[in-house]
């Protein structure tokens, strides 16, 4: 974390994979200056590389350059990884505790290779505390762009309490059953500090819990205080809606009809299929491993979603609909921080149509949107931040490699070399954990 370091990284040799869609080439050298990158191609003559005071160099030949993974869904404080001790009841859910543990996962993150992630939704704010830590340098972590509480009416997901208790304080849902009570929570949470709004319609889609009014309410004060909108929405009708009401992106859309399709390439906001927690609970279920606690994952109704999104994926190429690629991590205990970011890529390659190279753009470049950072982040080009993985691999003969951090040489973030190599107090942690 010193600051005290080299003023100039270069990264010298190496496949350049600068995620602009261009393929990968051999690149001479890379020059990152404070926290972006300055140059990319043959070496400045004003660089002195052995000036080792000033300069420092990283050796990529033989290895794969480039973004950092953008993960733009991913959860930090929903209670996972779950620690003995630690209930998720009440009593035993608090704040302070969740934060400190969500701080600790933020750091498996990037050392995974993930320098940006979009956290719709969390318990109280401690998204916006950990993302402001990281921000001001009290630790290391991924940039975060995040959401509060969604916002939910009786019956969509995350109201799970009988309307008598409503949603608690460490629920990660906030009740609003009108559209200015909904307003209200979004000036809220605007106040404390939240970059965008999730508000989210019913679990798997069945039957539509928002109107199209109460988002457009939603979408116009946010826009209004300069926050973006995204939406839980797998059933039709709601993804309709909130193509119509101007939301910044959608998640999942599973149901969504090719009518309801059109209607969002119409309005021209991406979807993020989120295909990753579906395929780990389909696997899960296929070997038996998830217990009766879990019944509620119906694991062929996983597995219909999971094979509707595979469809959703070739249908939105067709329409020009841009995809993003997220993974759900954190939502429960199988889906651990640092482990599950790239496999959305490997689902977009192997069901979705995708080549490895458009995965990779789509994961760093298009995702920048979801973390606030569009054209600011996710390519390896002058002026962009300088959020850089090299990786020992080929990620375009093979896309799994980066599901493997063994793969990972190096991660940049913020033009910053991250130390990757406590590799054992993570596993500590992790063991801890279980
Ligand atoms: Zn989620």
């Given amino acids: 974390m010193s600051n005290n370091g080299p003023k100039t990284t270069v990264i010298r040799n190496g496949t350049l994979i600068d995620a602009s869609g261009n393929p ?189 009014e109460e988002i457009a309410a939603v979408v116009g004060e946010a826009h209004r205080r300069n926050l973006k909108v995204a939406i839980h929405s797998r059933g039709a009708g709601s993804t309709r809606a909130a193509a119509e009401a101007g939301v910044d992106w959608i998640v999942h859309a599973d149901l969504a009809t090719d009518r309801d399709l059109d209607a969002v390439a119409k309005a021209g906001m991406p979807i993020l299929p989120t295909a990753t927690f579906l395929a780990v609970v389909c696997d899960l279920g296929r070997q038996q491993k998830v217990g009766a606690e879990q019944v509620q994952l119906d694991f062929n109704r996983m597995q219909r979603h999971f094979d509707l999104l595979g469809e959703l994926m070739h249908k939105a190429r067709k329409l020009g609909i841009r995809l993003l690629v997220g993974t759900d991590t954190g939502n429960n205990s199988f889906t651990r921080h640092g482990e599950l970011h790239a496999k959305e890529l490997e689902i977009f390659v192997k069901h979705g149509g995708y080549t490895p190279m458009e995965a990779i753009v789509a994961a760093t470049r298009d995702n920048a949107m979801a973390v606030g950072l569009d054209g600011q982040v996710g390519q390896i080009a002058a002026g962009q931040f300088a959020d850089i993985t090299v990786w020992t691999k080929d990620p375009i003969a093979d896309i799994t490699i980066l599901q493997d951090t063994k793969n990972l040489a190096w991660v940049i973030k913020d033009g910053r070399i991250v130390d990757i190599y406590p590799r054992e107090e993570m596993l500590t942690f992790q063991q801890a954990a279980e």
Avoid at 55 to 60: G, K, L, N, W
Avoid at 98 to 106: D, G, H, I, N, P
Avoid at 143 to 156: D, E, N, S
Wanted: charge should be positive; proline fraction near 5%.
């Fill in 24 to 212: 990968a080439r051999r690149n001479d050298a890379i020059i990152i200056e404070g926290n972006r990158i300055r140059s990319v191609g043959p070496l400045p003559p004003d660089i002195i590389i052995d000036d080792r005071r000033n300069v420092a160099v990283i050796d990529a030949a033989g290895q794969w350059i480039m973004p950092g993974l953008i993960d733009a869904h991913c959860h930090m404080s929903y209670g996972y990884p779950m620690i003995k001790g630690e209930g998720k009841g009440k009593g035993t859910t608090r704040p302070e505790f969740s934060t400190l543990k969500s701080a600790r996962s933020a750091q498996k993150v990037l050392r995974s290779g993930v320098t940006s992630i979009s956290v719709p939704g969390g318990t109280w704010f401690t998204d916006v505390g950990v993302r402001d830590a990281i921000r001001l340098g009290l630790m290391e972590g991924p940039r975060m762009f995040v959401a509060g509480r969604m916002i939910v009416t009786y019956g969509c997901i995350e109201d799970d309490e009988p309307s008598w208790e409503g949603t608690p304080d460490h629920s990660i849902g906030k009740l609003c059953n009108t559209a200015d009570e909904m307003v209200t929570e979004v000036r809220r949470q605007g106040k404390h500090g939240v970059n965008f709004i999730k508000m989210a319609d019913s679990r798997s889609g069945e039957s539509q819990m928002l109107a199209k």
